[in-house]
């Protein structure tokens, strides 16, 4: 069994900062791409950020020169430094990777809060 989990989230300011945090566990083979997804209320999930194990990286357009990804492959982490939040970015953060066990899938994290308001 794999498992995702996430923290880090919690109630921040506007203009202030947040660090999230997943980390893999189980009998992992391997993971090609992790990312961050969120969804706000009433809305459809989307991406925050991805990064490939290999370091490629692609930002929502919202989030680009806030928001850094970054992963330690040999601790299968992956984590996203939120800056400059705004209130727009209030929801429920997803971790995701696409691991190898017997086989190739998605996997999703239980989701962490994060709820930017004054």
């Known amino acids: 069994q794999v498992q995702l989990v996430e923290s880090g989230g919690g109630l921040v300011q506007p203009g202030g900062s947040l660090r999230l945090s997943c980390a893999a566990s189980g009998s992992i083979f391997s993971i090609y791409a992790m990312g961050w997804y969120r969804q706000a209320p009433g809305k459809q999930r989307e991406l925050v950020a991805t990064?490939?194990?290999?370091?490629?990286?692609n930002y929502a357009d919202s989030v680009k020169g806030r928001f850094t990804i970054s992963r330690d492959n040999a601790k299968n982490t992956v984590h996203l430094q939120m800056n400059s939040l705004k209130p727009e970015d209030t929801a429920v953060y997803y971790c995701?990777?696409?691991?190898?066990?017997?086989?190739?899938?998605?996997?999703w994290g239980q989701g962490t809060q994060v709820t930017v308001s004054s």
């Open positions: 990064i490939t194990s290999g370091g490629r990286i």
């Open positions: 995701n990777a696409d691991i190898v066990v017997s086989r190739r899938r998605d996997y």
